[in-house]
């Protein structure tokens, strides 16, 4: 569905992201595990141009031109970027409107959101900044889910949230399985494996590590090598 | 102050050029405007260039200035002293208001220190403009007035204005030299370091502001007192904009930027480019220019000129410098090795040889004070790719070194002779003494190169490319490894020469050679009569790193208090008796 | 009392225009992240465009009288539009790392750019522009216990309040409403937010820039009358217009319109007193320095929900 081949992404003379392949198949979740400064966030950047990057990304068989991340989103591939990235500004309701600028009908799909995230709903009128922190982790993440992804690409869903809340999270993203596939950025690896169906371990740009989540968490060196567990 | 006297120099051949380009002293008057706009444009370097805060409000100091100056002269009767006290207060007035607008703009940043500043620079501007002076424009009277309006009067106000320029140039150097000058950089560089550092922000923010804001006054009253008439606008937002324009485009960091930008911005219209260039064009290149500068080439004009003088300049320099030093004629005498090879060497005194091998960017002379030792034929040599001898494409390679002094010894037919190496010639005499020991009688070894190896810090090669690239570099490193005397300048002077005539591969390459020698394994076995000599204070090699080439050797040390790595300049007489006592006991 | 009413009058369309020129300031601060110094010089070239359409109109006998105004307005607005663009594709799009100060710096040089071109092109003399509402002033008398009021209010006046009133309604709506609206508020609050809905910013920005520069210029197009048309023309107005969005505290493009106003009726009032007089303008900006320092997020910024 979604084929990564040799991408690469610098700023200037750093290189964040060194050449790296992969795929994401129809229904599947797929993890990019690593540490900090792997490469995880300039990948899917570079994926959803961005940033500039080289390299193929195709789509459904199709090549991305990647000139900005119009392009990508309206064929179906959505960013739930890092750090929520919620409009503080504006209301709960209009953050949602928002995610369906260029893809996804507000009326049809809000309804799906709402009721994954019913606080969401409440709290339609309110201002987003006065959210708290997992609220605002499930507007990110509705915002994505209402352009009607067919991948959804979730970076860091879990950073800085209470644990219960993550536990919540990552129910939800277990049952988005059978609707879309997900490419799921984790520090958390446990998590991650958990819920995925296969993941890549980025260290410097460079993808070390590959294969089926369940055997990664059952291999101990590779967990003590790369995923700090 | 060699830049001062400098810029001395240039002001005044710019003020002969222009006399005889233009035959009249009309172009003095627009250089000593450009003084004038040069020394604001100076404290714009100190506030912008060197404390990182944008201000676009000195022009209204420069304002504050010049109207103060010109109320005095109004209200006092005679011109100087109200010209006096006008300037004074005007200063007064400027540093009274620098703290009331800089003790809280300066708590603002970026975009917000801008608009506060520029909203002050507009409101004296409107406020000036307000005031309803009896005669708007006041006619000034000339700050030279006693002298007739002409050349003579052009000649004399253009050296008043140099002299208060330099005064302010040095003012200024002394400033940014000063620890004030460092904390100031500091901020600009980060403020979060500065502040860890123990910087109290506001108030060195505050200093720089105040310094620059009596910069502009004196500027100002200077105007007022050569132009002869004011107005409001004048000292307006265009005023800021060419005051920005004169230190990004001269250049923000060094002071010289503010008179090269003030030639460019005031000085180039004035000459010539009112002339020829249609209304409006001006604007509009210096606008094209604004932005060019800030995005290509930040640092400006000044600091420009001065990275291509290291970039670009200075190999040709160090060049011309290298060939005139090989002109010179030197005593001495060539000869050819069954290699083909030339190789130079000077000798004094009959008796038995006694061999001098120099050290790394050394020749010969390091041993012109040593030569005479009674009893002896001394004979200092110049290593290959070293002096006047050939270059050979092995550069580093201490053991062809070696083979080639060998070679030497043939064919003056010294051997065996008594042999005596200092640093990197230490190393070479080692490995001589090592292969053919036939060669070598005794040896001495004067702060030799570790017999395992230099150890360099991870700046070295940083450290060598300033030497390789810069002749003042390259004397300062040699007068370091002159110890004691590195106060001789004279001496200093001719071994850098002597270093020029080096191998410039060998800069890096016999650094590397140094770091990875390693003769430990060949001195087992060594049975040649060895002494190492070391000087208490070399800061090049250790006291310990010579124990353990003596160790290595079998060898006797001798540690010369009072001395640092380079005994035979820095005590001839006592390396001389080191050098005879070994051989006789 | 009769004074206060008259500053009134006369404040409140001036300051609607200080308030237009900070919208477009704010609004180009807010999703570009640069402080446009060149704002009013860009429009004060567009005046010239439109004056110039307007002579060629007359010379070339296509409209006549002050339909030629009407004709030549759309010129003039299209072509602060095309400078808006034209600034952020060729000029502001290839340097956006650069530090504030130095963006700053670009802008003025922008500044030196349009005011050469306009004493390049044209002249730097002052010539007369056509108001949008010619005629006598209407002179509203107060009669029995209000016998001393008596307050003049100039035509053009009334067209400089309603286009402002017109066009603050518009853009509120728009920014509420449209789908471009949002996307310009999403791209001020969280550019990577903005990116991740597939807004295409760097296309935000050019059409932020292109809408402020046509307001500019319709602010431009309403002092003409009054200022005259020369290369310093908005000038104030710019430099006023910023103040505006200072009070506004950037953060909110409507604190600026309400900032104009107040800084038009600020203006007005100080001048009632004699010996204030003329010290209007340094007055004001001496007050922004303190708001700068003490209030940096403005005094009409709306309450924000706090950031997590």
Redesign the interface.
């Known amino acids: 569905m979604l084929e990564v081949a040799d991408l690469r992404v610098s700023y200037g003379p750093i290189h964040a992201v060194n050449g790296i392949s992969f795929t994401v198949g129809e229904g599947e979740i797929v993890s990019i595990l690593g540490a900090n400064g792997a490469g995880k966030t300039s990948t899917l950047f570079g994926i959803m141009g961005i940033v500039r990057s080289r390299g193929s990304v195709k789509f459904r068989g199709e090549e991305l031109r990647r000139r900005s991340p119009t392009e990508p989103t309206s064929k179906g591939m959505v960013l739930c970027p890092e750090n929520r990235r919620i409009f503080p500004g504006l209301t709960v309701e209009e953050n949602l409107r928002l995610g369906t600028f260029v893809r996804g009908e507000f009326k049809e799909t809000a309804e799906q959101a709402y009721s994954l995230f019913p606080i969401l709903k409440e709290r339609n009128r309110q201002i987003a900044g006065s959210l708290s922190g997992g609220e605002q982790q499930m507007l990110a993440v509705g915002r994505a889910l209402v352009a009607n992804p067919e991948v959804l690409l979730l970076d860091e869903p879990s950073l800085g949230l209470a644990p219960v809340i993550v536990d919540e999270m990552f129910r939800v993203l277990a049952d988005l399985r059978k609707k879309m596939a997900v490419l799921l950025i984790e520090q958390n690896a446990v998590k991650a494996l958990s819920i995925s169906d296969r993941a890549y371990v980025l260290q410097n740009g460079s993808i070390v590590h590959s294969g089926e989540a369940g055997a990664m968490l059952r291999d101990d060196n590779l967990r003590k090598a790369y995923l700090g567990m | 102050m060699r830049r001062t006297v400098f810029l001395a120099l240039a002001i005044v051949a710019s003020g002969v050029l222009a006399y005889l380009l233009t035959g009249g002293t009309y172009a003095l008057g627009s250089l000593s405007l450009v003084m004038v706009w040069a020394i604001a444009g100076m404290g714009m370097v100190i506030i912008i260039g060197n404390t990182g805060q944008l201000s676009l409000g000195h022009a209204a100091f420069m304002g504050i200035g010049a109207y103060s100056t010109a109320m005095f002269i109004e209200a006092l009767p005679g011109v100087y002293p109200g010209m006096l006290l006008g300037t004074l207060v005007g200063l007064a007035i400027a540093v009274v208001f620098a703290l009331l607008i800089g003790l809280p703009a300066l708590r603002l940043r970026g975009y917000y220190l801008a608009i506060a500043t520029i909203a002050f620079g507009v409101g004296v501007e409107q406020a000036i403009r307000a005031v309803p002076f009896p005669n708007p424009v006041f006619n000034i009277p000339h700050v030279l007035g006693g002298v007739p309006a002409g050349y003579m009067r052009d000649i004399t106000t253009f050296f008043l204005i140099a002299a208060i320029f330099l005064v302010f140039f040095t003012i200024g150097r002394v400033i940014l030299q000063s620890p004030f000058g460092v904390k100031f950089r500091m901020i600009r560089d980060s403020e979060v370091a500065a502040r860890s550092y123990g910087t109290n922000l506001t108030r060195n923010k505050l200093q720089a502001f105040v310094i620059s804001a009596v910069f502009c006054a004196i500027a100002g009253s200077l105007f007022a007192v050569t132009q002869g008439v004011l107005q409001p606008r004048t000292f307006g937002l265009m005023a800021a904009i060419d005051l920005l324009l004169i230190v990004i485009i001269g250049g923000a960091i060094m002071l010289e930027g503010g008179l090269i930008g003030s030639f460019i911005i005031v000085g180039l219209p004035a000459l010539v480019l009112e002339e020829i260039a249609p209304a409006g064009s001006l604007t509009l290149i210096y606008g094209v220019l604004l932005i060019v500068f800030v995005v290509a080439l930040p640092s400006g004009i000044a600091t420009g000129l001065v990275l291509v003088w290291h970039r670009k300049l200075q190999p040709p320099y160090m060049a011309a410098i290298r060939f005139v030093h090989k002109l010179l004629p030197v005593r001495g005498n060539t000869v050819v090795t069954k290699s083909g090879t030339r190789m130079f060497y000077t000798e004094k005194g009959e008796g038995s040889p006694l061999l001098y091998l120099h050290g790394n960017t050394g020749s010969h002379q390091w041993f012109r004070e040593v030569m005479d030792v009674p009893g002896y034929r001394t004979i200092a040599v110049d290593l290959v790719n070293f002096g006047r001898s050939d270059r050979v494409e092995v550069a580093g390679d201490i053991d062809a070194y070696a083979d080639h002094v060998s070679d030497f010894i043939e064919s003056l037919d010294i051997g065996p002779c008594y042999l005596v190496g200092h640093s990197l010639g230490a190393g070479v005499a080692m490995s001589l003494a090592m292969r053919h020991p036939k060669k070598v009688r005794r040896l001495v070894l004067v702060d030799p190169a570790p017999i395992d190896g230099m150890e360099l810090d991870d700046d070295f090669y940083a450290l060598i490319r300033t030497i390789r690239n810069s002749y003042r570099g390259l004397r300062s490193s040699i007068a370091r490894s002159m110890g004691t005397r590195a106060k001789d300048t004279r001496l200093a002077k001719r071994l850098s020469r002597e270093a020029l005539l080096m191998n410039e591969e060998g800069f890096i390459k016999h650094a590397k050679a140094l770091a990875s020698l390693d003769l430990r394994d060949r001195a087992r076995g060594f049975k040649t009569p060895t002494l190492v000599v070391h000087g208490g204070m070399d800061p090049i090699v250790s006291e310990e790193q010579s124990r353990r080439t003596a160790e290595a050797l079998g060898a006797e040390l001798t540690v010369v208090d009072g001395v640092g790595h380079a005994l035979p300049i820095e005590d001839p007489e006592h390396f001389k008796e080191v050098v005879a006592g070994f051989d006789v006991a | 009392m009769n004074a206060f009413l008259q500053a009134i009058t006369i404040g409140i369309p001036q300051g609607a225009l200080y308030g237009l020129m900070g919208f477009g300031i704010a609004m180009i ?1 807010r999703s570009a992240g640069t ?1 446009n110094f060149s704002h009013g010089y860009s429009a004060m070239v567009s005046v010239l465009i439109t004056l110039t359409t307007i002579e060629w109109f007359f010379d070339a006998g296509i409209v006549e009288g002050h339909a030629a105004l009407f004709a030549a307005i759309p010129v003039g607005l299209i072509s602060g539009a095309v400078f808006g663009v034209l600034i952020d594709l060729l ?1 502001m799009r ?2 956006k790392h ?5 963006m ?3 802008t ?14 044209w ?2 003399d002052y010539e007369s522009f056509p108001r949008i509402l010619p005629g006598p002033p209407f002179i509203f008398e107060g009669t029995g216990a209000l016998e001393e009021i008596r307050v003049v209010f100039r035509r053009n006046d009334l067209a400089v309040m309603l286009i402002a009133l017109v066009i603050s309604l518009s853009l509120a709506a728009v920014m509420k409403y449209t ?1 471009i609206g ?2 310009i ?2 791209r001020g ?2 550019p ?12 935000v920005d050019s059409i932020v820039w292109g809408l402020a520069l046509l307001l500019a210029t319709v602010v431009g197009i309403l002092v003409a009358p009054i200022t005259r048309v020369h ?1 310093t023309m908005l ?1 104030n107005t710019q ?1 006023l217009g ?2 505006a969005a ?1 009070l506004g505290g950037f ?1 909110s493009l409507f604190g600026a319109v309400w900032g104009g106003l107040m800084i038009g009726v600020l203006e007005r009032v100080i001048d009632i007193f004699p010996a204030l ?3 209007e ?6 007050l ?3 708001v ?3 209030k ?1 997020q403005g005094i009409f910024a709306p309450k ?5």
Not at chain 3, 98 to 102: D, E, M, Y
Not at chain 3, 108 to 121: D, I, K, P, R
Not at chain 3, 281 to 286: D, H, Q, W
């Open positions: 601060f402080l000029l290839r340097v650069v530090s504030p100060a130095s700053l710096m670009i003025l040089g922008l500044l030196l750019v349009f005011e050469g071109t306009a004493n390049l092109v002249s730097p789908k949002l996307a508020r999403a609050q969280d990577v937010g903005a990116q991740a809905v597939g807004i295409n910013t760097n296309r290369p000038m430099l910023i103040t200072v953060s007089d003329g010290y303008t340094a007055i004001i900006f001496f922004i320095i303190l700068l320092v003490f940096p924000q929900g706090r950031k997590a």
